[in-house]
């Protein structure tokens, strides 16, 4: 029996295949037109049950027949299963970041995710790393390297923008500027993380979590044991396929 | 008729073309959030027909009150005591501030990081698209929050406005200046009406006023039934409806409403299946037409049961004790309405012990705590309501939002997560 998880995100659409372990997998752009994506990954499978999940499930899911699962859950069952005793979830999305604090059982005990704007999203890591000409996936390791330390004081992506464009005026190191806008994240995020009342093991997963800058702080601040998973980007979709099983009555 | 509106608009000082675009915008919205539902009480028709003449039959009957020597006072908050108007002959009318459309207008003149609720009705005025704002004498605010407080001073620089002084405390002193408050407020209404408020017509105004609270409470009552008999969405546009249509029209067709689901309850008809989660709102109000919450929740496939706001419990919960002397009625006035538990009060700790109440009687498998954004006495009593939640182990979902549509999509996530989290 195939089951199939489709975690329609906001910057990347994210496939689990699963059968009793996990068959396949792939990440791909989300672009302009995301129910067109999914037609052409989904084309051609032989499957018996999908779950979709992310920003845009309903407009997939009502047109590829599969049910929908809000992304809290799906996060949370793909975390239990990547990490049995895991008692809360962190995840840094394109879009937006959420933490779920989940009982000894594995439900879901209580939520949050940002608000409407950017702040603590991946989103506003990638618009910062286009400011200092760094790339995405090497900001964190710049970050590392910074010889001194210094504070952003704004979380909207906007303001932090002329803030971090003023400091690089005054000739600060670039490093410098990149940890600070890590700093930044993840003060914002650990906030939320303890209102949300996260204690024992948690996992991270979502893109932001593939940046070893913002492992190390958001541990530190948080004091607990982070995992991050292999494939941090999968967990919804994985989570969404484990619910395509269980649906099933498997 | 509508060429009979355009004339009264017009003579009410009305902007025509954002006018329009209002109107306009409203038909659609109405037709996906209200006549889109199934098994609607019939009785609601009398409610879709307020609203699709909206701006029309209510504002003409405030028009022929005032070509009679009549007056309109306008009000925006529970606080205000009605009877008073009531009394002395006037009508009152709650005014809408539920609308995205004139926040924009507002935002000219208010700093951005207003509430919606204030924005919009600031920009009502200032964009002359309210015919009950242009048709009211008198506007009467109160000092519930900071925002209102100074808005209502720019407001009075282009129409009458009044405010009354809500304390923040429940003490003694509170109490008196409150009721001196009353008092005043009668004396106001006085001089604009030029009749005097006697214990027959106050006696005769409490009556009326109490009669349309049982009414509604008779409504909110009904809503603990299993499976539930009128929609969340139905339930808030009776309340909001009630804040401006007529008190005695409103009572009757709030009544004939009730009848109506008494026998739906008896064959155990409902809007929802009876495994649907039942939802209780707590926080700021929703003014007409702000249905946003309702909709997404009851879209989603919950349903709304009660609403702990100035839209819905505070507003009907209490009556006025009825008394002969003039005195001993403004007193009882005085304290029905000092016992709204509005979060302008501290301590106000009365509000929790509502919430965890109508949460058991409502038999509800969640509560969510509505705050408009930048409404900072909810927003910092929110916690507090949390907490209260946590000890009763009452599911709670805090919503921070506005009027606007953009953030519907991560509303929608937060409602479906909250919902998957509750079902047993």
Known sequence: ?250 | MITDNIRMWKELNIDLKPHDMLLNALGPIYQEVYLSQTQRPEGMGFFDFVVGDIHGIRVRELREHAKNGGKVVATYCVFVPEEMVWAAGGIPVGLCAGTQFSVPLAEEVLPRNTCALIKSSFGFKLGRICPYVQASHLIVGETTCDGKKKMFELLGEYQPVYVMEVPNKKTASSRALWLQEVVAFKEVIEKLTGNKITAGNLGEAIDLVNQRRRALQRLCHLRKASPVPISGKDALLVTQVSFYDDVRRCTQQVSALCDELDKRIARGEGVAPVHAPRILITGSPMAIPNWKLHHILETTGAVVVCEESCTGTRFFSELVKPEKSLDAQIKALAERYMNIHCACFTPNDERLDDIVNLAQEYQVDGVIHYNLQFCHTYANEAVRVERRMEETSIPLLRIETDYGDEDIGQLKTRIEAFLEMIKK
């Not at chain 1, 979709?52 to 407009?59: E, K």
């Not at chain 1, 990490?83 to 879009?95: A, E, F, H, T």
């Not at chain 1, 940002?114 to 989103?123: E, I, Q, V």
């Open chain 1, 1 to 250: 029996m195939i089951y199939a998880g489709l975690d329609v995100g906001s910057r990347t659409i994210k496939l689990v295949i699963f059968d009793t372990v996990v068959k396949e997998s792939l990440i791909t752009e989300t672009g302009a037109n995301p129910l067109r994506r999914c037609r052409e990954i989904l084309a051609g499978r032989k499957l018996r049950r999908l779950v979709v999940t992310g920003y845009g499930r309903h407009l997939v899911a009502s047109t590829q027949g599969g049910k929908v699962v809000s992304e809290i859950r799906a996060f949370a069952v793909g975390a239990r299963y990547l990490l049995p005793d895991c008692q809360g979830v962190i995840d840094i999305g394109g879009q937006d970041c959420k933490v779920v604090r989940l009982s000894m059982e594995g439900d879901v005990l209580k939520f949050e995710m940002n608000d409407r704007c950017a702040a603590g999203t991946g989103k506003f890591l990638e618009v910062m790393a286009h400011t200092l000409e760094a790339d995405i996936g090497a900001i964190g390791d710049l970050a590392l390297t910074a010889s001194r330390k210094i504070t952003i004081n704004s979380l909207c992506t906007v303001f932090a923008e002329s803030e971090v464009v003023s400091l690089i005026g005054r000739g600060e190191e670039t490093a410098a500027i990149a940890l600070a806008l890590h700093e930044a994240i993840a003060t914002r995020v650990a906030t939320m993380a303890r209102r949300v009342g996260i204690k024992g093991k948690a996992v991270f997963a979502g893109g932001a979590s593939l940046n070893r800058c913002l492992v190390r702080l958001l541990g530190e601040k948080l004091g607990i044991e982070l995992t991050v998973p292999d494939s941090p980007q999968l967990v919804g979709a994985l989570g969404a396929a484990l619910l395509a099983k269980h649906e099933d009555g498997q």
